[in-house]
């Protein structure tokens, strides 16, 4: 039967403090003095005649008060009803349905329903049901419930869609449904081997029963796995994942409009290419479509966008424009760049910039020289960098190194004068070839043996900064460090050939061009999504989305959703290899009564209804205590 229970009883002994308004009411009663009069006509005025109400005053005053104690007592002691919500100790059976693309094929859904029926007709009549849908996500669809009317329709309410199968991320997510009181876990699935992704967090704990129905998985499956534009046309790969060698139908549209059409074979477990000779347009959209009538459907269709990506604004900031090389090397090199990552550059010197330091739509700043720099202007670049810009900073003739903590907001322990490197040269080597900047020279990894530096300026090892490369002779060539929201980079000499002959080395482009794309990162236009990742707004569709302009009044960007290909693979392991992939963890320590006993009262929120009549009654008391004076 229904009771009540207290989460932390011990409050309970707060609603001793009614003894204080007791004691106050008892110890300050007021007794009238009785004066005799000789005119009756005079009783009228006398307090006699208000004693009795003003009693009935004072009893109401000190009920309000001890009213007030109790309830604060009571809401601190946590209430709730025992029994009111008796359902959550029940066991639970949670089916968990597999809607990622990998079940999708001919008839495969079907199945998936069936099993999903039979596990609910199957559950225990002491059991509660629900039902979990996952992909790449979890969600539930069918909340616990004795219900198997609305778990059966839940279930004939799902389709597949074109999401990953992602188990980790189902299993943790049903695990929480059942919660501690335990229970069973059906989870129906083709058991698609690229399933159980190492990234993936979750795990279920000790003791939870868990039961695989399996979805057969279709035969093959054709896939469409890349389109790319080429000088003379457009090309696509398209991938059989069957075990006999097929003939498949490709069709070429662009922006909406049918561009070409053939047929290839296509052999077992190996992909082919077709290839369309037709004029592509600056700007479009592609579609490569394929006939699979066994097949998932979702991977029948890949997208591409033509349109040239919007260039990524940098500053090279320079000391005298009318030095031949002062920042020329740095602007060509990054003028270069092409492909997804362009860049727009801005050459401008210290004075002009001071002028008018504006950075506010710049990307990166690369900094050759600083002396011309005004206040103004070094402030400018201060608060860049505070606010989270990107700064690339060279140590070279032109820099002030008496003004240098003022231009980047933060001291740098370098020393004023130049070193002339022994043997006069020395040479760049990586302190940490996993450096994004360093991808193009990870084979081979001495590509800086060839870069000869004659000058550089010494840099003191201190904390916060990060070497990324060293001179031979072990000083710091390269470092990085956080300022405020933003990342400063600093190179120890310079790159206008004055310092070393780098600017002249093959190695300089490729450094120059991924250090750019190092401090632009989140800031180059995205064309092609794979899924689950997608534009922001997106519903997760494949297809060509239309993206909002970047800037008030600037052109709206087109970007590609496309499926992810590694769910195109029908290739299925055994129940023994899903079960021994499952992570398990320890069940809670905290009995299954007191976490039934939290949630209850999580639900009621008893103590809140106790608190508002405690409100109404401090506001009777001050009401009639007004009156009472």
Known sequence: MPGLSFLSPLFLLGALAIAVPIALHLFQRRT????????????????????????????VLLALRVSALLLLAFAFARPYLVGANSGGAMPMTVVAVDVSMSVSGRGQFDAARALAREAIDDAPATHLVAVVRFDDHATVVAPPSSDRGAALAAIDGLEAGVGGTRFRTALSRAAEVIGPQGGRLVVVTDLQRGGWDASDEGSV????????????????NLAVTSVRREADGVAALVHNYGERLVRVPVRLAIDGQAAGAMEIEVAAQASGEARFAVDVPARGALLIEIDDRDGYPGDNRRYAVLDPPPAVPVL??????????????????????????????????????????????????FISGTRSLNREGREALAAYLQSGGQVFLTLGPDVDIATLRDTVGVAIGVEPDPVRASGGATTLVPADTRHPVFRP????????????????RQVREEA???????FAGGAVALAERPVGAGRLVVFASDLDTRWNQFPLNPAFVPFVVEMARYLTSGRQAQHTWTLPEAPPGHDGTPGIVEMEAPVAGGVARRAAVNVDVRESNPAAMTAEAFDANLTRRAAVARPAAESEAREQEAQQRLWQFGLLVMLVALAGESFLGRRAV
């Not at 916060?464 to 060293?470: H, N």
């Open 205 to 220: 704990p000790d003791g939870l029963e868990i039961v695989v129905r399996i979805v057969p998985a279709p035969e093959g």
């Open 316 to 365: 090279v900031l320079t000391a005298e424009a009318v030095l031949s090389n002062a920042g020329l090397y740095l602007q060509r090199a990054l003028e270069v760049a092409g492909g997804d990552a362009p860049f727009e550059v801005a050459l401008i010197d210290g004075r002009r910039f001071s002028a008018s330091p504006s950075l506010e739509d710049r990307a990166a700043v």
């Open 441 to 456: 020279f990870s084979s081979p990894a001495a590509a800086f043996g060839d870069v000869d530096v004659t000058e550089y």
């Open 464 to 470: 916060g900064w990060r070497v990324l490369a060293r």
């Open 32 to 59: 009238e003095k009785v004066v005799p009069f000789a005119a009756v006509r005079l009783m009228h005025g006398a307090p006699v005649e208000e004693q009795h109400r003003r009693r009935l005053r004072e009893r």
